[in-house]
């Protein structure tokens, strides 16, 4: 009995620590970030459309948010319409922000496209967030 009962003592303990840690959390923006190659086939001299989608899941908006893509190099790529580094002053809890580049191969051969990064504050005075 003695067991069982320190048993649900603790079970108790750590729930609560639980929800007071998820109220803590909730006061906060949270981000997921998509990024997107839209085309099937990727052609040399031939227009890439890429596109970047951010999701504010969080119950706050997420402020100074800045989206830098360094994966497609210039002495490889062409910016032809959009831009690789965008700022977003303000993403509402709940919403979504689209951003569309379209670039263009210079060379043939083999690329990496690697994850974006993106930067933002979760909270008033709170510190910037790095995602990638």
Avoid: W
């Amino acid at each position: 009995m003695y067991s069982l009962k320190s048993f649900v003592i603790v079970a108790l303990i750590c729930t609560s620590l639980t929800v007071s840690s998820q109220n803590a959390d909730s006061q906060q923006a949270r981000l997921l970030v998509s990024k997107q190659v839209l085309n099937k086939l990727l052609v040399q001299d031939s227009d890439i459309l890429v596109k970047y989608t951010i999701y504010n899941v969080g119950s706050v908006p997420a402020t100074n948010v800045v989206l830098q893509d360094s994966g497609f190099p210039d002495e490889a790529f062409a910016t032809v319409k959009g831009n690789l580094n965008i700022r977003f002053n303000r993403i509402p809890s709940g919403a979504n922000v689209t951003h569309a580049v379209v670039i263009k191969p210079l060379t043939y051969g083999r690329f990496n496209f690697t994850a974006a990064v993106v930067q933002y504050k979760s909270s008033e005075g709170a510190e910037s967030h790095n995602l990638q």
